[in-house]
Structures are given as structure tokens and as C-alpha cells.
């Protein structure tokens, strides 16, 4: 699936085929579904080829399209907990690009009140998977500046949208990891 997904973004190099590829109604969610529990150099290309699409308008509203559903937003989400620095960097300025759109920033808002609500119902049952604001607090606090600054960027662009902020504020450590970071 790799070496498809490189080619794919490769030929995104011209804008007449970026162009068309964003338009095309199959490809869009096909890789976004082969985020869900893809690995490795899938993960990374087919994220690649998502932000290469959302590089122009166009590719980015069709992008935040496929991206803007809770399921495909929880799966690009994951790939922020991955430990690769390139793929989270990656991740990051894919969301960014995202979240610029209405659409995509409501799916956000649902999948971090979802996010909290399961958090506060699961306090007595066995670990969770780390919450996307945790995950947002990491990368904040990165050791890497270029995840950290990316990290801040997308946080930036879900500012502008009034659910999100208010899960953010209700994130006291991820705030403080904001503030600190400046």
C-alpha cells in the first residue's frame, strides 16, 4: 500500500493531477480508511498524501471532508500517539490544514467531548488509550520544536471555533503547556 500511496503523492507534484485527485470521490476516504490500524511507512504515506492534497484549497476542503468524520478524525488522532517525530510533525500540519474548516473543527469538538465523557466514565475501569488532549499536551511539550510548533499551530486554528474552545479550557495542563511553550 506504501509505494501506491508514495506514487499517488508524487504525482500530487503537479497541480493539474492534485487537482483531480482531490475531486476524486473514492480516493479521499479510501486512504483516510487506511489510516485506521495501518503501521509504519502506510501510516506515513498515506498522511502524506492527505496533507500534500490539503497543500490547496480545493484539496483541503475535500480533505476536511474525508478527515471531518469521528471515525476518520479519530484515526488520524491516533497517529499523533505514534513515537515517530516525522509522522507526528506530518500529522500535525495535516490537521492544521484542517482545521480551518467549519466542518472539520465540529468533528474535533464531538470527538473531544466524546474524548472526556469516556474519560470521566472509565475513572475505576483498566487504562484507556491517551486522551487527544494528552496526546496535544505532549506534543506541545515535544522535545522536537518542529512537533512542538506545529502542535501549537493547529491548536491555534481550533481557537476558532467555540466547542473547541472550550474543551481546551477545560484542559488546564494543556494550557499551561501552551503557556509555558511561549
Do not use: F
Not at 475505576?124 to 488509550?129: H, L, Y
Not at 466547542?163 to 501552551?178: M, N, W
Amino acid at each position: 500500500l506504501a509505494p501506491l500511496l508514495e506514487l499517488l503523492n508524487t504525482g500530487c507534484q503537479n497541480d493539474g493531477n492534485l487537482l483531480q485527485l482531490a475531486e476524486h470521490k473514492t480516493l479521499l476516504p479510501a486512504v483516510v480508511a487506511a489510516l485506521s490500524g495501518a503501521t509504519g511507512a502506510a501510516a506515513a504515506a498515506a498522511a502524506r498524501l492527505l496533507y500534500t492534497l490539503s497543500t490547496v484549497e480545493e484539496g483541503r476542503k475535500a480533505v476536511s471532508r474525508a478527515v471531518g468524520k469521528e471515525d476518520a478524525l479519530r484515526s488520524v488522532l491516533a497517529l499523533l500517539a505514534k513515537s515517530d517525530v516525522q509522522l507526528q510533525a506530518l500529522t500535525l500540519l495535516l490537521l492544521s490544514n484542517c482545521m480551518v474548516d467549519e466542518g472539520c473543527k465540529a468533528a474535533m469538538a464531538k470527538v473531544l467531548s466524546a474524548s472526556a465523557a469516556a474519560k470521566d466514565s472509565s475513572q475505576d475501569k483498566p487504562a484507556q488509550p491517551v486522551s487527544p488532549l494528552v496526546c496535544l499536551q505532549q506534543l506541545v511539550q515535544s522535545s522536537s520544536p518542529v512537533v512542538s510548533e506545529r502542535a501549537l499551530t493547529m491548536l491555534g486554528n481550533m481557537c476558532g471555533h467555540t466547542g473547541l474552545r472550550a474543551s481546551l479550557q477545560a484542559a488546564p495542563a494543556l494550557l499551561s503547556a501552551v503557556v509555558e511553550a511561549l
